[in-house]
């Protein structure tokens, strides 16, 4: 079946540095993924659409300064916070949609987010 | 915009007993409804989908949702349920653009043996 790689797992970094989370759809190609961000013991929230070779769309209230999406090739989506702070901390998750049609979301493990 | 509800935040059964879970959407338009199960620390996973059709949809691991229009509902049943359907369970919405998920803020299952 479809599968979504994220890495890292987990990063812990100081505050003020960028942390880059990449997204690879491994057995297929996808022309668009999301990013989604879970607080603990909440839900999934959507930050972003990525789009391969173009602009990522934002949810309202979503910093596109702050989080960074590029999408550069069809099965990997990158999503890096820029100067990061505690309050970034998160569970960021993304999912891919199989551009052969497929029309289910599979979604990768998720990387957890630790500024310190 | 559109939304999910999901009623139970933490819901306990024993082993064996019968489960639902509530959702509920706001969009009143054509929807196209999910579950997924988020196993402890596992990624999410689908348990079943609507788009059209049978109203009630059968999905893995004995797992069923019916979908009824005039409720705006997407209720998640199991006739009997195991201790390793210990989980989190989100309902979600595809959008109105149908570009990505919208989901709901998750029920705790703990199932004791």
């Known amino acids: 079946g479809a599968v979504v790689s994220q890495h890292p797992s987990w990063v812990i970094c100081k505050s003020g540095t960028s942390v880059k989370i990449e997204c690879r759809s491994l057995?297929?190609?996808?022309?668009?993924m999301f990013w989604y961000r879970q607080f603990p013991k909440q839900s999934l929230m959507l930050m972003a659409t990525?789009?391969?070779?173009?602009?990522?769309?934002?949810e309202q209230g979503v910093e596109k300064d702050k989080f960074l999406i590029n999408h550069a090739s069809l099965t990997l989506s990158t999503l890096t916070v820029t100067s990061a702070h505690p309050e970034d901390s998160s569970f960021y998750i993304c999912?891919?949609?199989?551009?052969?049609?497929?029309?289910?979301?599979?979604f990768g493990a998720g990387s957890r987010l630790t500024v310190l | 915009a559109q939304s999910v509800s999901q009623h139970n935040h933490h819901v306990i059964l024993s082993e064996a007993a019968s489960l639902e879970l509530g959702c509920n959407y706001s969009?009143?338009?054509?929807?196209?409804l999910f579950w997924y199960v988020q196993y402890p620390g596992q990624h999410l996973q689908l348990l079943l989908k609507?788009?059209?059709?049978?109203?009630l949809v059968k999905g893995i691991k004995g797992f069923e949702a019916e979908f009824i229009k005039s409720k705006f509902s997407f209720n998640l049943r199991k006739p009997s349920v195991q201790w390793s359907d210990t989980a989190e369970y989100f309902c979600?919405?595809?959008?109105?653009?149908?570009?990505?998920?919208?989901f709901g803020k998750g029920t705790t299952l703990s199932v004791s043996s």
């Open positions: 999912s891919a949609r199989d551009s052969a049609g497929a029309n289910v979301l599979t």
């Open positions: 969009y009143g338009g054509t929807v196209n």
């Open positions: 990525s789009n391969e070779g173009s602009k990522a769309t934002y």
């Open positions: 609507y788009f059209s059709g049978d109203p």
């Open positions: 979600a919405v595809k959008n109105q653009a149908g570009t990505a998920l919208i």
């Open positions: 057995d297929f190609q996808a022309t668009t």
